[in-house]
């Protein structure tokens, strides 16, 4: 893979898939931005790197999405530029839709969906300028289908699919290329994170989660994804590949399949 020297910027990097790509990255002599809210975790994810010192930190709100254009110079002033922007910094839902109030719907869109956009909307002119870039996005398997206990976390990773589809057509003549990552279960934090009706945490491993893909195993794919510079990777186990299938073929038996499926 042809990671040596490229600069790269990665969001979500204090825990899970960020984390272990960071890892798998440095190890593959990258040099690293890696960025999230948790400060203390980033500065030992740092130090699980290969080379510490190639790799810096960068603290980042999602939500807040006016600090972002101060970040962007920052991140872009570290190495004096940025090869690939890496968007994976996001939280999930377990919440009926019937349960979950419209400030957890507002919350999970800003930082899923908009924060994810105004992040690449900042870094854009810098790629735009250098004739080259690329900017890899996060989403999932429910980005593809829909599933209970996530109709807003599936809502805003629909969305990125929108709007990063249309981007990728419109960036072609740029030399700047999307790549959108959809995980199925991979054993993370994820679910302990997702936020519940109230917009408190859920704090439980999801049995699924829990046996899921390790994200040692997640990142090395993810890795290839981005290298090949594939417009769209399923990283995910048969039956979630399989329910991507079946959605896309023969919707109306995928409709009794997935209100019958444990999803948790
Ligand atoms: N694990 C799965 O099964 C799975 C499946 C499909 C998709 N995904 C996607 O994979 C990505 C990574 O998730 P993960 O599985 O690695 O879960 P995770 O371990 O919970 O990591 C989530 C990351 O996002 C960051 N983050 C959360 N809220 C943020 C905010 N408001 N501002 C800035 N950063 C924020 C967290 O850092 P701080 O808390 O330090 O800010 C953390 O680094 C997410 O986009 C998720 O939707 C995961």
């Known amino acids: 893979m042809s990671f040596h020297n490229k600069v790269i910027w990665i969001t979500g990097a204090s825990s899970g898939i960020g984390k272990a790509l960071a890892q798998e990255l440095s190890y593959q002599n990258a040099l690293l931005i890696i960025s999230a809210r948790d400060k203390n975790s980033l500065e030992m994810v740092r130090e699980l790197c290969k080379n510490p010192k190639n790799v810096w930190i960068i603290p980042l709100h999602l939500e807040k999405h006016s600090t972002f254009s101060e970040i962007t110079q920052r991140a872009i002033n570290v190495f004096g530029r940025i090869d690939i922007l890496v968007n994976n910094g996001g939280i999930s839902q377990r919440s009926l839709a019937t349960e979950t109030q419209i400030s957890v719907d507002k919350k999970i869109m800003e930082i899923n969906y908009t924060g994810t956009v105004a992040l690449t909307k900042t870094i854009l ?42 981007l990728r057509a419109e960036l072609h003549d740029y030399n700047i290329a999307v790549t959108l990552i959809c995980p199925g279960f991979v054993s993370t934090n994820i679910s302990m994170n997702a936020l519940t009706g109230d917009g408190t945490s859920q704090q439980k491993m999801d049995v699924a989660t829990a046996n899921g893909i390790s ?50």
């Open 215 to 264: 994200p040692e195993r997640f990142a090395k794919l993810m890795a290839k994804a981005i290298d090949s510079k594939k417009e769209e990777a399923y990283i995910a186990g048969f039956k979630e590949k399989l329910g991507v299938y079946v959605k896309r073929w023969f919707p109306r038996v995928f409709s009794v399949m997935i209100r019958k499926l444990s999803v948790t």
């Open 125 to 166: 002119p810098h790629f735009i300028d250098n004739q080259k870039g690329q900017i890899v996005v996060t989403t999932s398997i429910v980005g593809l289908i829909g599933s209970p206990l996530r109709s807003t976390y599936a809502a805003s990773k629909h969305a990125l699919h929108g709007f990063f589809d249309s």
